[in-house]
């Protein structure tokens, strides 16, 4: 019977080696009912071959795809489209954080049928079970649905966050038939087997530059402690993981399941990091975050934003994050011995070019500030890229000030595009090159004053030597043409965790 289905994992940037979660989760939704191949761009040296082989048997229909942002679009884009015109009769389907906040865009393409928009867990196996029984009407009762009624875009209600633990085991098994699992337990700076996971959907907080607000609104749900514990212990015994990436937007949401994790996990000599906010992890006591340390984490993510009060009101922050509260928790980590993650977003609009410069000055010496404050501190500079936050002030802020989207899906892989998702060049009329280059050059010399404690190449010698070459550069504030760093980086192949992702390889 014609109704498989491919589940594909666009090549990611630099990241050939991290669990594919979300095809995994979309794949336990279907597990035992349909029958589905994966298919991991990042393992496959020419993917659309795969693909095809699938397709070309005619037993396959349905080629679903998760997107992201950026350099996922490069397969997920040609691909969707040349399964489209090669297999007329095939179904397509997007999901993701691209998919779901570029919906319209993602839609309007002739290729695209049908998007899953936020959780597929109940949308992606009811919308097959449709398909299947050309029950086309049942469509429109189906959650979290994108899709297009005589050239209308319909968009089904949002559903109810389910219950993460009576979600089904996410299918490794399967994954493994066809890409070993150990292909994605890295060696990263956590750990020699670095496994990566995601814990909890979502984020309580909604603020306005962020791309997970639009998705799930405020809200958050998380498995419990015991269960991650099982999952993190099942990896362990059977694969002998050491490390865990926790991938979720807000892995220290409720105190009493990260303790909880913390006690459970604490003599299995497992290595973690997580992303979490300053003003939550604050509350916990010492004792709290001792634990925490105990327990394995290493290194926590933090989304400072910037330590400008006006400035994290203007992006609904929210909570009670201030420039103080920043300094006082980097202040905090250090005789924990917690490496703060900082990630600041450079580049916010204001009233005029002058108003932006000075601002992003301020939010250099802020950056200088907590460097002195806690040196173990790691620093993560974004360039602000606006996302469709609705109805956010930002949001009309900066459709006042020019800004907008590209309204063709195949415009997205413009390379211009490519590095606005990568937050390295947003093309937001506010920002001119100067100031580009100000930031840009500031975080080269700070590289290299401060050269991450991540990066497992760049230690020792090498270390003293770039902190030396920056020096003057640092002290003086003077950033431009950076070339003597930029060199040394090349040689040693510095590797730049905003734009790789996370803390590793
Ligand atoms: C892991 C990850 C990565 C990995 C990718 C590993 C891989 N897949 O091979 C790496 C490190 C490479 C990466 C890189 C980047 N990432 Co990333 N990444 C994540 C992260 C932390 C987890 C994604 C995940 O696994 N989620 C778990 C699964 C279960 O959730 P999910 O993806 O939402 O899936 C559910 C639904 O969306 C839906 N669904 C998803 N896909 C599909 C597909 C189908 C067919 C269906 C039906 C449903 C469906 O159903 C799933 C189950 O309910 C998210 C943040 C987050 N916590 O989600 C950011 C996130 C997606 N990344 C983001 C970004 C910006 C990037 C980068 C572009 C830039 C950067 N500086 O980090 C780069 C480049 C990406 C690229 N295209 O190459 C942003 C997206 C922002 C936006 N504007 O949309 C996020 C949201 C982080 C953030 N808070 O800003 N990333």
């Given at each position: 019977m014609k109704n498989k289905i491919v589940i594909f994992n666009p090549r990611s940037a630099n990241q050939k080696h991290r669990i594919p979660n979300s095809i995994l989760?979309?794949?336990a939704a279907i597990?035992?009912?349909?029958?589905?191949?994966?298919?991991?761009?990042?393992?496959?040296?020419?993917?659309?071959?795969?693909?095809?082989?699938?397709?070309?048997?005619?037993?396959?229909?349905?080629?679903?795809?998760?997107?992201?942002?950026?350099?996922?679009?490069?397969?997920?884009?040609?691909?969707?489209?040349?399964?489209?015109?090669?297999?007329?009769?095939?179904?397509?389907?997007?999901?993701?954080?691209?998919?779901?906040?570029?919906?319209?865009?993602?839609?309007?393409?002739?290729?695209?049928?049908?998007?899953?928009?936020?959780?597929?867990?109940?949308?992606?196996?009811?919308?097959?079970?449709?398909?299947?029984?050309?029950?086309?009407?049942?469509?429109?009762?189906?959650?979290?649905?994108?899709?297009?009624?005589?050239?209308?875009?319909?968009?089904?209600?949002?559903?109810?966050l389910l219950d993460q633990d009576s979600l089904p085991q996410l299918p490794y098994t399967h994954l493994d038939e066809f890409y070993d699992l150990n292909n994605y337990l890295s060696k990263t700076f956590l750990g020699d087997k670095t496994f990566s996971y995601h814990s909890s959907l979502g984020c309580p907080f909604t603020c306005s530059f962020c791309a997970v607000v639009p998705i799930y609104n405020g809200r958050w749900k998380a498995k419990s402690a015991q269960t991650v514990y099982n999952d993190v212990k099942y990896f362990k015994d059977h694969y002998g993981i050491d490390a865990i990436e926790f991938h979720d937007n807000n892995f220290f949401t409720a105190r009493k399941r990260v303790v909880e994790f913390s006690e459970l996990v604490k003599n299995e000599g497992i290595t973690w990091w997580g992303e979490g906010r300053i003003d939550t992890i604050n509350k916990y006591s010492d004792e709290d975050l001792k634990l925490m340390k105990e327990a394995g984490c290493k290194m926590i993510f933090l989304g400072a934003e910037t330590g400008n009060d006006e400035i994290l009101k203007q992006m609904n922050k929210?909570?009670?994050?201030?420039?103080?509260?920043?300094?006082?928790?980097?202040a905090r980590l250090l005789p924990i011995g917690i490496i703060p993650e900082f990630s600041f977003v450079l580049g916010m609009p204001a009233e005029s070019p002058e108003k932006v410069m000075a601002q992003i000055e301020w939010d250099i010496n802020f950056i200088k500030e907590i460097k002195e404050i806690?040196?173990?501190?790691?620093?993560?500079?974004?360039?602000?890229?606006?996302?469709?936050?609705?109805?956010?002030?930002?949001?009309?802020?900066?459709?006042?000030?020019?800004?907008?989207?590209?309204?063709?899906?195949?415009?997205?892989?413009?390379?211009?595009?490519e590095n606005f998702d990568l937050r390295k060049n947003p093309l937001t009329p506010w920002l001119n090159a100067k100031m580009v280059d100000r930031i840009m050059n500031f975080e080269t010399v700070l590289n290299g004053y401060y050269p991450t404690a991540s990066d497992f190449r760049i230690t020792g010698l090498k270390k003293s030597i770039l902190r030396g070459v920056s020096s003057f550069r640092y002290k003086t504030s003077i950033y431009k043409y950076p070339y003597e760093i930029k060199a040394m980086h090349k040689i040693w192949k510095y590797r730049q965790p905003e734009i790789q992702g996370f803390r590793s390889e």
């Open positions: 989760q979309v794949g597990y035992g009912k349909y029958d589905f191949a994966f298919v991991d761009g990042n393992l496959e040296d020419d993917p659309w071959a795969k693909i095809a082989s699938y397709f070309d048997t005619g037993e396959y229909k349905y080629f679903c795809s998760t997107v992201m942002p950026g350099p996922q679009l490069r397969q997920a884009i040609p691909f969707t489209k040349k399964v489209k015109e090669t297999y007329p009769e095939s179904k397509t389907i997007w999901g993701g954080y691209f998919a779901s906040n570029q919906y319209k865009v993602c839609i309007e393409a002739p290729y695209v049928d049908y998007i899953v928009n936020g959780p597929g867990d109940a949308a992606f196996p009811a919308l097959l079970d449709a398909l299947e029984s050309s029950n086309i009407s049942e469509i429109k009762n189906i959650k979290n649905l994108i899709y297009l009624e005589d050239d209308e875009i319909v968009q089904t209600p949002k559903e109810a929210g909570g009670t994050q201030t420039g103080q509260g920043i300094k006082d928790f980097a806690n040196p173990n501190s790691e620093i993560i500079i974004y360039l602000y890229s606006p996302v469709a936050t609705e109805g956010s002030e930002l949001y009309e802020q900066i459709q006042k000030a020019g800004f907008s989207f590209p309204e063709k899906l195949d415009d997205w892989l413009d390379p211009a595009w």
